[in-house]
């Protein structure tokens, strides 16, 4: 058997692990000794290949920014700025005709802005928002429809951690990751508001029919000061930092998340049971995401080996689909995979394969980044899947509304998430403009 069958037998093993529920990392990790094995012919050899491709792929500086972002996204949730948040965005929004599910997104943007986690704004603005909502005359499914819908800005505004995924598997500039999320992010932003306003006007049944648009939840000037300056001081220093050049991202995250820590102490709203939480959820994250980051070295190392990529890529240059033919098959497999798999997951599998190919028809890293988060951000909604709906349903703890009532309710985010995926594709520059 040669190493490219190898490969086959190896990938085609993977994916039916997968599928059969074990966990993607353990699937990756198995498939590539068994691989590196059959083709190496020493298990010994396979073994020490590994284990050289494991320490290699979490020793470089770079990682440094996985635990950072994390602590800080955790430190602003726990302290509460996630609900001030909230506060300004349903005050500046109030007026409008849906206007607390406009509000909704504004604070999920905003707190998209210093987390990086949709799963963090998913599980914060599903206890905070959806019962506002209800109280104030929303359907049940379009609350927490909004809710799964907004909460995936978190992995496209920076900073993101799908993008310093992304930026580590193709050794990419995570800053200019960063800095090319930012169009991409505030015009899918945009487009929610936009979709949520049309809704109301025109399928009022769906949003609420009967609205509630009281000034109870009007804020003084110097309310909105001392609810908003905290985490519009952070976003400042944690981004404005990284674009001007004062500081890495990695040291701009190690200096958020003092600076979180610091809002928490402060306001009084970090406990010491606080802080033991956010260490530990930050300790499981970041294991997690290292336990990914390495899986997915050693099946890059085992594909590379077997020549399955290059392989790929000459099938695919054979197959004269085209520049296009190739993003846009790439796009819908990407989607579709959303559908079984989390977004990590997807990106581990499908990004180490798709570089090969990619890379000869010279297509921009950065731009292709930005597609692949978008692209992969939509399986967080649709499915039987959709991580973010069932992290809603686990954090809503309400019987009457089930994960079908979740999916309709995110099904029009999803959509729209569509429009701006084709947008960016067509027009490279609303993600590349301002590299």
């Not at 991409?184 to 936009?194: C, N, T």
């Not at 033919?325 to 790439?330: D, E, K, P």
């Not at 010279?362 to 973010?388: C, H, K, N, R, Y």
């Not at 959509?415 to 067509?426: G, H, N, P, W």
Request: glycine share 10%.
């Amino acid at each position: 058997m040669t190493p490219y069958e190898i490969g086959l037998w190896a990938l085609g093993a993977m994916v039916v692990l997968v599928y059969l529920g074990l966990h993607v990392p353990i699937a990756l990790m198995l498939t590539s000794w068994l691989g590196v094995w059959a083709i190496k012919g020493s298990p010994v050899l396979a073994g020490k290949l590994l284990a050289l491709a494991a320490a290699n792929s979490i020793s470089s500086y770079f990682f440094g920014v996985v635990p950072l972002f994390v602590l800080m996204g955790y430190v602003v949730s726990a302290s509460g700025v996630g609900r001030d948040a909230f506060d300004v965005a349903n005050h500046l929004f109030r007026r409008f005709r849906g206007g607390l599910g406009i509000g909704t997104i504004g604070a999920n943007a905003i707190f998209a802005a210093i987390t990086g986690i949709s799963i963090a704004s998913a599980a914060v603005f599903t206890r905070i928002a959806v019962p506002e909502m209800v109280r104030h005359g929303y359907t049940k499914r379009f609350s927490v429809g909004v809710v799964a819908g907004s909460s995936v800005l978190g992995m496209l505004i920076p900073p993101s951690l799908l993008l310093i995924l992304y930026g580590l598997l193709t050794e990419q500039s995570v800053g200019d990751l960063f800095i090319a999320g930012i169009i991409p992010g505030l015009l899918l932003a945009l487009i929610f508001a936009a979709g949520v306003y049309l809704m109301a006007m025109l399928f009022p049944s769906f949003i609420g029919k009967n609205l509630s648009n009281s000034d109870e939840s009007m804020l003084t000037t110097w309310q909105v000061m001392i609810k908003g300056l905290p985490i519009s001081g952070l976003i400042l220093i944690v981004l404005g930092g990284i674009y001007a050049g004062f500081f890495t991202p990695i040291e701009a995250g190690a200096i958020g998340s003092l600076g979180a820590i610091i809002i928490g102490l402060v306001r009084r709203s970090l406990s010491a049971a606080d802080i033991w939480k956010v260490l530990t959820d930050t300790g499981l994250v970041t294991a997690a995401v290292c336990f990914l980051i390495i899986a997915a070295t050693m099946y890059s190392r085992m594909l590379a080996l077997s020549g399955l990529p290059n392989e790929f890529g000459q099938f695919v240059a054979n197959a004269d689909i085209g520049y296009w033919g190739v993003i846009i098959a790439y796009l819908a497999l990407v989607i579709i995979m959303g559908t079984i798999l989390d977004s990590s997951s997807i990106m581990l599998i499908l990004v180490p394969l798709m570089m090969p190919v990619v890379v000869p028809m010279q297509v921009d890293l950065i731009w292709f980044g930005i597609i692949t988060v978008l692209a992969v951000e939509i399986g967080l909604l649709t499915p039987p899947f959709g991580i973010s709906v069932f992290v809603i349903n686990s954090a809503l703890n309400d019987n009457s509304v089930s994960l079908g009532d979740i999916f309709i309710g995110a099904a029009p985010f999803a959509l729209m998430m569509l429009i701006v995926l084709a947008m960016v594709v067509i027009f490279p520059a609303l993600a590349v403009i301002l590299i």
